[in-house]
């Protein structure tokens, strides 16, 4: 099969960088991928060694503190062995193992965002251009062109709740003075390439969650970028790559917000990844879908979509 300008084959790149890199290393691409893309691994292991003692119910805590304390459990699977020895040492030699095993973690959390980010800039610039080949096409190894002064990723980062073609709507979002209801836009106002068809908003569940892009992306770093385009019917990502080398057999929430936020970032004509940004606004994107995984009052919806992700 001829290869397309953006394609890049990772795949015996990544298998032989999977063998070689620190278990620990992994342990952290992992996390931030399916767990907790953003908050360090050593804040979540010290507040879930907090917790282990405590008696109160979790219907108790903040919602931060419970998806805290679900990252931690779900941590604790991936290195039981070695949290099983950190609690059983002392606390001289806790102290040491902690402050390593949170290194190592961070340094494969950071990796696999920087993996992600470089991969899907442009492997992106491909897909944009299947959807509309009559439009200016970007470089694949710059972020120059993009955004919302480009025409077809402008329309797939305007939010859905506002009309694209509306010509002071996209004057707005490139000056960043776009409101909806009196709210400047962020994050979680969910953008056009989140759904799959037009937004409704007489029902806004419809093909949420389950846009094109999106499933692509999630292909591209879950089992493997020549995956992308194989019309097999499977975006739960469980034969090869980074899902097979982290035994993984369904998708998380988690998961799919990071896939996201990275695509939301390829997107946009943004140079770095900085989650301080207000123009940028990630973490917000990543903390509202997984709000939405949440609600109890989605969850029929949320049981459907998930069922349609792991088929």
């Given amino acids: 099969m001829k290869r397309r300008q953006c394609d890049i084959d990772l795949t015996a790149h990544g298998r032989q960088k999977a063998r070689k890199q620190d278990p620990l290393v992994g342990i952290g691409r992992h996390f931030a991928r399916t767990i907790d893309a953003f908050t ?6 010290n507040y879930g060694l907090g917790w282990l003692d405590s008696h109160e119910p979790q219907s108790s805590f903040m919602k931060e503190e419970n998806r805290m304390w679900d990252a931690f459990k779900a941590l604790q699977k991936l290195a039981l062995t070695l949290m099983d020895d950190i609690l059983d040492s002392n606390e001289e030699d806790s102290t040491s ?49 993009r955004g919302f002064n480009h025409p ?102 988690a998961s799919i917000a990071y896939v996201a936020v990275q695509i939301y970032f390829a997107l946009c004509a943004r140079q770095t990844f900085d989650t301080r940004s207000q123009a940028l606004d990630l973490i917000g994107l990543y903390n509202s879908i997984l709000d939405y995984f949440e609600d109890p009052e989605e969850a029929e919806e949320v049981e459907g979509l998930l069922a349609w992700w792991n088929r």
Avoid at 40 to 45: D, E
């Fill in 40 to 45: 360090l691994p050593g804040v979540v292991i």
């Fill in 97 to 145: 193992m902690l402050n390593t095993l949170a290194k190592h973690l961070k340094d494969g959390q950071s990796k696999a965002r920087s993996d992600d980010t470089s991969g899907l800039k442009a492997a992106v610039v491909d897909w944009v251009h299947e959807i509309d080949n009559k439009a200016p096409r970007v470089a694949c190894n710059s972020k120059h062109g």
């Fill in 152 to 253: 077809v990723y402008g329309h797939l980062l305007c939010p859905a709740v506002l009309d694209w073609d509306d010509t002071e709507v996209q004057a707005s979002l490139l000056t960043g003075t776009a409101k909806v209801d009196g709210t400047f836009v962020n994050g979680t106002y969910w953008a056009n390439f989140i759904y799959e068809g037009k937004y409704d908003k007489e029902l806004p569940w419809i093909g949420l969650l389950r846009g094109p892009l999106l499933v692509k992306g999630y292909k591209h770093v879950f089992t493997l970028p020549s995956s992308v385009d194989k019309d097999d019917g499977d975006s739960s990502a469980t034969h090869s790559g980074n899902a097979q080398i982290n035994g993984m057999t369904s998708v998380t929430p």
